[in-house]
């Protein structure tokens, strides 16, 4: 199976929090990471979480992580319509599952 | 340093003509990744190095690819006798790796590749 597993879809609106799930493979990671991809661009690392850490905070962005069920997910506190965008997560191993696009809907 | 840079940004190309991507990553970074992306997916790994080494190269690479990072620095993909399939974006990726972790991995914009 995928290394990574996202939801493909999310919408919400513009002011709303957004949360982007991910399941992950590699158990030996010592870092786990969500990037941000906008139409024709590269990926742009957003924010990482190491792993001996539950949650981590940073502005807008809220990581969660739980290790026993590999579960990471990326919380969006007051999406605006900039952040639509298809978001990865991904382990040390660096393989990527098709993303999570989100819409902000204004 | 101006982070990972890929040349060129877009390249068409006839099928069956050979083409050559070129990556410079961030300068102190020991390893390097490429990726193949197409629309709607993810990046796909195709083959990572340390230094110049290379040392994993996904089993799904055709054999018309080939990558090399020949004094550790920058990194050139290769695509033999294209087809209209290798169309995609093509990205690399560069960190550091040190003690068994993966430091400040960062991606280029992409080559993105038309095969006609």
């Known amino acids: 199976g995928e290394d990574v597993e996202q939801s493909l879809f999310l919408s919400v609106r513009e002011g709303d929090s957004s949360v982007i799930n991910c399941t992950y493979t590699?158990?030996?990671?010592?870092?786990l990471y969500w990037y941000k991809q906008e139409p024709g661009a590269g990926l742009q690392l957003l924010t990482y979480?190491?792993?001996?850490?539950d949650m981590k905070q940073d502005q807008r962005l809220t990581v969660l992580l739980n290790k026993k069920d590999k579960h990471l997910s990326l919380r969006i506190a007051d999406t605006q319509t900039g952040d639509s965008a298809i978001y990865f997560c991904a382990a040390e191993d660096m393989r990527f599952g098709a993303g999570t696009r989100l819409t902000v809907k204004p | 340093d101006t982070g990972v840079s890929q040349n060129p940004r877009h390249k068409i190309t006839k099928r069956g003509q050979n083409v050559t991507f070129r990556c410079d990553p961030i300068?102190?970074?020991?390893?390097l990744y490429w990726y193949r992306q197409t629309l709607g997916q993810g990046p796909e790994f195709l083959t990572y190095?340390?230094?110049?080494?290379?040392?994993?190269k996904s089993r799904l690479l055709s054999d018309r690819f080939s990558a090399e990072r020949p004094k550790g620095s920058f990194s050139t993909l290769e695509i033999q006798r294209t087809e209209q399939g290798d169309s995609a974006m093509y990205l690399c990726?560069?960190?550091?790796?040190?003690?068994?972790?993966?430091?400040?991995?960062?991606f280029g914009s992409g080559t993105r590749l038309t095969v006609v």
């Open positions: 190095f340390q230094n110049e080494a290379q040392l994993e």
């Open positions: 590699d158990s030996s990671s010592t870092y």
């Open positions: 300068s102190e970074h020991n390893r």
């Open positions: 979480i190491f792993s001996n850490m």
């Open positions: 990726a560069s960190s550091s790796y040190r003690d068994r972790i993966n430091y400040g991995y960062t």
